[in-house]
């Protein structure tokens, strides 16, 4: 946030001393998306600090009727649950759509007011005692999260209908098993006026809800561990991909961040977890076939068509819009390893190939950090490749001596590169 907000602060003062043309000003400007900083990451932090209020006055509402829900009658607790719900709906609807004059308050307390709603649900069927399925209420509390963002076009309330519709989903996919094809195309239809406006809480709500329903599809349909982690690793790939697509428009440049963290958690997280010699890669590969459905094999190929329609977009843009491309490469490859791995059937091989993965993904950013001068990708990838070195010498059987001296070389190692890296970048800066 600081780098934005300094250069949106220089650049009237560099146009005025002659340094920069209007037109350059202006150019740098869109190049950094300063014009929408308002809306995008400066511009989070104030809903932010209203709806973390406004949840903790809610809560203390809450807690207050608790402390006194014996000696409520329960017509008095009803109204006392509307009144609280619809109170924070209307006093937001009419603070930010009718008076305009606090937006931030306005949109934190419908938010509220949606999660007071949510809450609702489960206090009415606990005083009438329904019964049924829990997952049936994030259902209910989807449909309500629906109707108050599209009432209202709130961002933040659609992007937690994606949450409890991912709730909801995980209790449907486990009673109806092969019946899932139509959720993520009705959740995306669902988001369409809001992705069409680039709505970056929206965007990830929705990468994050198809996503994780897609690999409990899998692990559901099949029966298998190893198909939630194809199905993992394809989705990082089709993220990471996306993300790199994404950043080439400054339309869409702020939607390039979260589809990229996404990617990189779907590969790094089951990467890491096959890396282990004794860990779920032995169950991985002994099962490798179909124990009872394959219908999510079809939702599966899409994702990988269009992981290699981003990728094939992205490999052919030319070498001067990209600074580096040693880490999506990287990263392209570790997903490539991975997938191998699985297939060859042999947890050996498994452990090896996402071990190489890791280390890798973590020499990508270790190059990239190094040839564009970056600190955060240079400690991401000294710190996993630390974590892999370590992880290893942690699980195999070793004299704690050998374990003492490989911890100590680590040790070393952190302060020579860490000490290295920036006497390097203070040569870029000379």
């Not at 006093?91 to 007071?116: H, N, P």
């Not at 709505?199 to 996503?211: H, L, N, R, S």
């Not at 790939?237 to 440049?253: F, N």
């Not at 190939?353 to 955060?376: E, F, T, Y």
């Amino acid at each position: 946030m600081r780098f934005p907000s300094a250069l949106k602060r220089e650049l009237p003062q560099w146009v005025g001393d002659g340094l920069l043309e209007q037109s350059q000003a202006d150019a740098i400007a869109a190049r950094y998306g300063l014009g929408d900083m308002r809306e995008g990451t400066a511009g989070l932090l104030l809903p932010a600090i209203y709806i973390v209020g406004a949840c903790l006055v809610g809560g203390g509402a809450i807690s207050f009727v608790a402390a006194h829900w014996d000696s409520i009658a329960i017509g008095v607790r009803i109204g006392l649950l509307l009144a609280v719900m619809l109170g924070c709906e209307i006093s937001g609807f009419i603070l930010w759509k009718v008076r305009g004059t606090r937006e931030k308050l306005g949109q934190a307390l419908v938010v509220l007011g949606t999660v007071v709603f949510g809450a609702n649900i489960f206090l009415i069927a606990q005083m009438y005692h329904l019964h049924g399925p829990p997952h049936n209420a994030f259902g209910v509390w989807t449909l309500g999260a629906l109707v108050v963002a599209y009432a209202t076009f709130s961002s933040p309330t659609m992007a937690l209908a994606c949450v409890t519709s991912f709730v909801w989903s995980t209790g449907w996919i486990e009673t109806h098993p092969h019946d899932f094809f139509w959720y993520p195309i009705v959740l995306c239809a669902a988001c369409v006026p809001f992705l069409l406006r680039r709505c970056a809480i929206v965007f990830t709500g929705v990468a994050f809800a198809v996503g994780a329903a897609l690999s409990v599809c899998a692990g559901t349909d099949s029966g298998e561990q190893w198909a939630v982690f194809v199905t993992l690793i394809a989705l990082g790939a089709l993220y990471r991909g996306l993300g790199q697509w994404l950043g080439r428009d400054e339309r869409t440049a702020h939607l390039a961040a979260p589809a990229l963290r996404l990617g990189g958690l779907a590969v790094l997280l089951p990467a890491f977890m096959l890396s282990f010699y004794d860990g779920p890669g032995k169950d991985v590969v002994e099962n490798l076939w179909l124990s009872t459905g394959w219908l999510w094999t079809a939702l599966l190929g899409l994702v990988y068509v269009g992981a290699v329609i981003v990728w094939v977009a992205v490999l052919r843009r030319s070498s001067d819009e990209s600074e580096s491309p040693n880490r999506p490469l990287t990263m392209l490859a570790a997903c490539v390893l991975v997938t191998v791995g699985i297939a060859a059937g042999h947890h050996v091989v498994l452990a090896v190939m996402a071990n190489l993965a890791l280390v890798g993904i973590a020499g990508g950013l270790l190059w990239d950090a190094v040839a564009v001068g970056q600190r955060r990708e240079f400690w991401l990838g000294l710190g996993l490749l630390s974590l892999v070195l370590v992880s290893r010498f942690l699980e195999w059987d070793t004299h704690l001596m050998v374990k003492s001296a490989v911890f100590v070389l680590c040790g070393i190692a952190v302060i020579v590169g860490g000490s290295r890296f920036e006497k390097h970048l203070k040569g870029r800066q000379l």
